[in-house]
């Protein structure tokens, strides 16, 4: 089972390196992007979702400023 690590800055500057010097797989990489894609897509829908809702559960007001 591998080790899951993540490298802050502070951890980074402590081992004297820049963001430029690691490397990714491709395979990785393609892992990463999917689970970016996973959490947008899960986040448009809560929001999508909580707009819903509002809408659904906003009071109707008539022309005449009137609440139904």
Known sequence: MSEN????DSMLKSMNLN???I????????IIINLCNDIAKKIKEQVLDTIEH???????VNFNNETR
Request: hydrophobic share 25%; aromatic share 4%.
């Open 5 to 8: 690590i993540v490298y802050d």
């Open 19 to 21: 963001s430029d010097d």
């Open 23 to 30: 490397t990714i797989s491709t395979k990785n990489l393609t």
């Open 54 to 60: 509002h809408i659904d559960s906003a009071s109707p």
